[in-house]
């Protein structure tokens, strides 16, 4: 279904969702940058939205993690960020959402995974980190080791699936109805892209915070 623009740069071929992700990122620098140039003690409406949604999101994640929410804010928080961004950019005529493409969503779950054994060695040290993997029996080693790419696969196919199944539903609708219903559909692209970017970012959460605190939990100490 690759009808889509796309140029090749050398050996790598550069396609839209490529180029919308990278447009996601730089917008979010950004905002970013221009939001937090002049803080303030008495913020005004731009500082004031900005400093709500940071709260938010570290309330969530300090209440998933509460021992290692600080760490890992940076990593879940520009995660939620970029994907409610990216779910929602293919309402933008002209734009598709770069997560009902797999390589994008693949790439996400695969930082996910790394992140997760990042964190985990961080915190613990690779010794006890690997530890883990040996608790509560050794029988269960391939056990584990099993999981940790089922659930990355799982990760990376959730979002695309449902992103993918959400602009085709919402295109054929669009097609049998004609303009007739656009509130709706635009209302059930933004829950149903609101609710993808929450469950893959708790997920993410879930996964970070289990496994430091596992690991805790295992250590010899």
């Known amino acids: 279904m690759d009808?889509?623009?796309?140029?090749?740069?050398?050996p790598v071929v550069i396609g839209a969702s490529i180029i919308t992700t990278w447009g996601i990122m730089g917008v979010i620098t950004v905002i970013a940058w221009f939001s937090t140039r002049h803080l303030?003690?008495?913020?005004?409406?731009?500082?004031?939205?900005?400093?709500?949604?940071?709260?938010?999101?570290?309330?969530?994640?300090?209440?998933?993690?509460?021992?290692?929410?600080?760490?890992?804010?940076?990593f879940i928080a520009s995660l939620w960020l970029?994907?409610?961004?990216?779910?929602?950019?293919?309402?933008?005529?002209?734009?598709?959402?770069?997560?009902?493409?797999l390589s994008v969503t693949?790439?996400?779950?695969?930082?996910?995974?790394?992140?997760?054994?990042?964190?985990?060695?961080?915190?613990?040290?690779?010794?006890?980190?690997?530890?883990?993997?040996l608790t509560p029996s050794p029988i269960l080693l391939p056990f584990h080791i099993i999981s940790e790419f089922t659930r990355t696969l799982a990760l990376a196919i959730?979002?695309?699936?449902?992103?993918?199944s959400l602009e085709m539903a919402a295109m054929l609708?669009?097609?049998?109805?004609?303009?007739?219903?656009?509130?709706?559909i635009l209302m059930l692209h933004i829950i149903e892209a609101l609710v993808q970017a929450y469950i893959f970012g708790m997920l993410a959460l879930i996964y970070l915070a289990g496994a430091m605190q596992s690991q805790q939990l295992n250590s010899p100490e």
């Open 40 to 74: 303030e003690m008495l913020p005004n409406s731009l500082q004031t939205m900005v400093e709500g949604i940071v709260a938010t999101i570290d309330d969530a994640i300090i209440a998933v993690a509460p021992e290692h929410g600080r760490q890992i804010m940076p």
């Open 3 to 10: 009808h889509e623009f796309s140029f090749v740069l050398g």
């Open 82 to 101: 970029f994907l409610i961004i990216a779910n929602l950019v293919g309402l933008i005529p002209g734009l598709d959402s770069p997560t009902r493409d």
């Open 173 to 184: 609708i669009l097609l049998v109805a004609g303009f007739l219903a656009p509130i709706p």
């Open 158 to 164: 959730r979002l695309f699936g449902n992103m993918m």
């Open 106 to 133: 693949s790439a996400l779950a695969v930082l996910v995974f790394f992140s997760v054994h990042w964190f985990g060695i961080k915190t613990l040290g690779l010794k006890n980190y690997l530890h883990h993997y």
